[in-house]
């Protein structure tokens, strides 16, 4: 059994890809919206995905679990209580998922969300007691734990007693050695000090974790609701996208590059000029009206915190190469409108006669 990481450093996202290779079979865990990464690390491997895997609904990223079921004819696995539009298989606790000789099974998780699951992973060529690893999602991180008031400070409570049975009747049972690895690391929103590693273990993470050691539920959800990072505005968005089922993005648009002329015309009818140059370009001289988002793995989190989702938007880019990024960050999040970018930049604006 091999498992490779995929990092996204700009959400904190951490996806997975279990392979088998005596069958040739792979799994994927929690998948980017972006899913050719995936695609093309198959076919370079030789594998056929067979399963893709979700921990649970998504409040940070669209998922692209649906994407890559369909492209691939593999089985979406989510938590039963997920209640999605799409072709699934709900499973519950005890659930055995098979990937070849590999044996996945589930693990009812609630507290970061009511429908989480863990996927524990046995190794066939191990004969040891416990999993290899477990696939945490957004229960026990590295360092840290998901949070429980992302779906309403209502729930924060509930959902924070749940986590505690959650971490002490599920996951800190299992063997010290048995590897965590999650799908929030460094960076998330969806926790606070969440560490840099991508992978821990559970007596490292026993160890490690102050949260872990506290034994009383009321006293672990004070702790664990202290502090919490504020919630970009698109959080609320994602997990109604989620459950219906993201459209299908296929290939990241290419750059359309639009004319000085075709931007006043567009930004007057209503679109949006983001102008991803460094901050200090900005301010020293910028289309009015426009907004400073610096390209960087921040970007699409800025731009799900402070612009309108149904919004159209044009770019202005500091050279072509960040289109790609940019693109891609934007659809991660549920931005779907990015029309095209300002053909020459700030230069050909002004060119053209614009302030």
């Known amino acids: 059994m091999d498992i490779l990481r995929y990092d996204l450093p700009g959400l904190g996202h951490l996806s997975a890809m279990v392979a088998d290779p005596a069958s040739g079979l792979a799994a994927v865990v929690d998948p980017r919206r972006d899913v050719d990464i995936y695609l093309d690390e198959a076919a370079r491997l030789g594998l056929r995905i ?8 998504h409040n940070d990223y669209v998922s692209g679990a649906h994407e890559l079921a369909s492209r691939t004819g593999a089985r979406h696995v989510i938590g039963a209580g997920a209640g999605l539009a799409t ?4 499973v519950r606790d005890g659930d055995v998922v098979e990937l070849g000789s590999v044996r996945i099974t589930v693990l009812e998780t609630p507290g970061h969300t009511p429908e989480h699951v863990s996927y524990a992973v046995r190794d066939p060529s191990d004969s040891g007691a416990g999993p290899a690893a477990i696939f945490t999602g957004g229960s026990m991180l590295v360092g840290s734990v998901g949070r429980t008031d992302l779906l309403g400070h209502e729930h ?7 986590m505690h049975r959650s971490l002490h009747e599920k996951l800190l049972v ?3 050695a048995t590897g965590v690895l999650p799908t929030h690391g460094a960076g998330s929103l969806c926790s606070r000090g969440v ?4 992978s821990s273990t559970i007596g490292a993470e026993r160890l490690a974790d102050p949260l872990l050691a506290i034994e009383d539920p009321e006293r672990f959800a004070d702790a664990l609701l202290a502090g919490q990072p504020a919630v970009p505005r698109y959080f609320a968005r994602m997990r109604t996208v989620n459950q219906a089922g993201p459209r299908p993005i296929g290939v990241v648009p290419t750059e359309q590059p639009l004319a000085a002329a075709d931007v006043r015309r567009r930004v007057a009818a209503g679109a949006l000029l983001v102008d991803l140059r460094p901050g200090a ?4 001289g910028a289309v009015p009206g426009s907004l400073s988002i610096p390209a960087d793995r921040s970007f699409g989190t800025w731009l799900g915190w402070v612009v309108e989702p149904d919004r159209p938007l044009i770019l202005l880019l500091p050279d072509h190469s ?3 990024d940019a693109q891609r960050q934007a659809l991660r999040v549920g931005y779907e409108t990015i029309v095209g970018s300002l053909e020459g930049g700030l230069a050909a604006w002004q060119a053209a006669g614009g302030d």
């Not at 072709?87 to 709900?90: A, G, K, L, T, V």
């Not at 370009?281 to 020293?284: S, Y």
Request: zero cysteines; hydrophobic letters at 35%.
């Open 50 to 57: 067979d399963q893709v895997l979700e921990t649970h609904l």
């Open 87 to 90: 072709p699934s298989r709900p």
């Open 156 to 162: 924060a409570r509930p959902y924070a007693r749940a």
């Open 174 to 176: 299992e063997p010290d």
């Open 195 to 198: 560490g840099r590693a991508w």
């Open 281 to 284: 370009d900005h301010a020293a």
């Open 322 to 324: 960040a289109w790609d």
